[in-house]
């Protein structure tokens, strides 16, 4: 079938274009987009400057009504609404069994080379050029085939944009603070970057009761995003030593600091700014090669973790359903915290707008649903 779908060609150059997607195979399942989240993991990969390159696909967050199933899927059928889930980790290797899904080990050789999991694709140009499948799912098109491991069955009353954005942005953020650092109540934070996976890193920070919040951002649009989220404090770091600024908020530094950049100057100051015995979580990706100075003094001599959390160190089957019931229930903010709505032709203007800091969360729709 052709479906109009965001294409990277090749690094650098963006098209919305019409593609060829051939039907689901085993195990797989078709999916009817209806909204997409407009991510910088996206734009990075379009520039060449993370590990999948072109010619793609883009798209890793979404959400949409599946419209077929392939043979042995038992756990959708058509009609059923579902969230992307693009960590569809196997649950029998020997990391999932210790409890890290998000590590699974069929995903290196497939999905973080967009491919589906059986290591091909469903996707060519009209002119036949094989194209691959951006996390194995590619959802910034009319239509996906992915894994029915991707595909997350949720209830009708929740929004296809909201699901869409738990599938990465809040799974990230919200799962730092609950799954990574475990943060405790009444323990100071402070959240470095202020796009959709730090406002995320906020609530889950509210969710557990830290106090003070803090954000910290270059750009005060952002920071007015961060308040709403639930920041009881904000740092413009282009104006004032971030580290300097936190210490003196938290009376010698936050006991948790969550990266949601991940560029070397942020590393460095999550870690320079945690209180000794604190811990700094490196949430963001910048780059998947950049230096970073650390010195051992700030994690032996004042006891400091540092701390990797890949998409927040989730157990997708597990959590990604309990993030849709916390928004259920009204303990997320996830209405708000999408700012703009855009049709697929749109998304240049959508990455243009998430770089100008004027949007908190943009989202791809499809069709007039929700």
């Known amino acids: 079938m052709r479906v109009k779908a965001a294409l990277a060609r090749e690094i650098g150059k963006l098209t919305i274009e019409e593609v060829e997607l051939d039907p689901p195979k085993a195990d797989e399942v078709l999916v009817r987009m209806r909204a997409a989240g407009v991510c910088h993991s996206d734009l990075h990969t379009y520039r060449g400057e993370l590990r999948a390159v072109p010619p793609l696909v883009l798209g890793h967050e979404g959400a949409g009504t599946v419209e077929a199933v392939g043979e042995n899927v038992t756990r959708v059928q058509p009609g059923d609404r579902v969230l992307i889930n693009w960590l569809p980790a196997c649950e029998t290797c020997p990391t999932c069994l210790s409890g890290r899904h998000n590590l699974c080990e069929r995903l290196p050789g497939t999905t973080f080379r967009a491919l589906l999991l059986d290591g091909t694709s469903r996707l060519r140009t009209l002119d036949g050029l094989t194209l691959k499948h951006y996390l194995s799912v590619a959802t910034m098109a009319e239509y996906a085939v992915?894994?029915?491991?991707?595909?997350?069955?949720?209830?009708?009353?929740?929004?296809?944009?909201?699901?869409?954005?738990?599938?990465?942005?809040?799974?990230?953020?919200?799962?730092?603070?609950?799954?990574?650092?475990?943060?405790?109540?009444?323990?100071?934070?402070?959240?470095?970057?202020?796009?959709?996976?730090?406002?995320?890193?906020?609530?889950?920070?509210?969710?557990?009761?830290?106090?003070?919040?803090?954000?910290?951002?270059?750009?005060?649009?952002?920071?007015?995003?961060?308040?709403?989220?639930?920041?009881?404090?904000?740092?413009?770091?282009?104006?004032?030593?971030?580290?300097?600024?936190?210490?003196?908020?938290?009376?010698?530094?936050?006991?948790?600091?969550?990266?949601?950049?991940?560029?070397?100057?942020?590393?460095?100051?999550?870690?320079?700014?945690?209180?000794?015995?604190?811990?700094?979580?490196?949430?963001?990706?910048?780059?998947?090669?950049?230096e970073v100075p650390i010195s051992p003094g700030e994690l032996v001599l004042r006891n400091k973790r540092l701390l990797g959390s890949f998409v927040g160190s989730i157990r997708p089957r597990v959590d990604l359903p309990m993030l849709v019931e916390l928004y259920r229930a009204g303990r997320l903010q996830l209405d708000d915290m999408i700012t703009k709505r855009y049709p697929l032709d749109d998304l240049p203007q959508a990455f243009h707008d998430m770089e100008a800091g004027t949007i908190a969360r943009g989202v791809l729709v499809f069709g007039d649903e929700r």
């Open 146 to 290: 992915i894994h029915e491991d991707s595909a997350i069955p949720i209830p009708g009353d929740v929004p296809f944009e909201v699901a869409a954005i738990i599938g990465c942005a809040v799974a990230t953020g919200v799962g730092a603070v609950l799954n990574t650092a475990q943060a405790r109540a009444g323990r100071p934070a402070a959240v470095i970057g202020a796009g959709g996976v730090g406002l995320s890193a906020i609530q889950g920070c509210q969710l557990v009761g830290c106090h003070p919040i803090i954000a910290v951002d270059l750009m005060e649009s952002k920071l007015a995003f961060a308040r709403r989220m639930g920041a009881t404090h904000t740092v413009n770091a282009s104006e004032t030593d971030a580290v300097d600024a936190l210490r003196d908020l938290t009376g010698g530094g936050p006991e948790y600091v969550f990266d949601s950049v991940g560029s070397a100057v942020t590393i460095s100051q999550a870690l320079g700014s945690a209180r000794p015995g604190g811990t700094a979580v490196i949430i963001g990706l910048h780059a998947t090669q950049i």
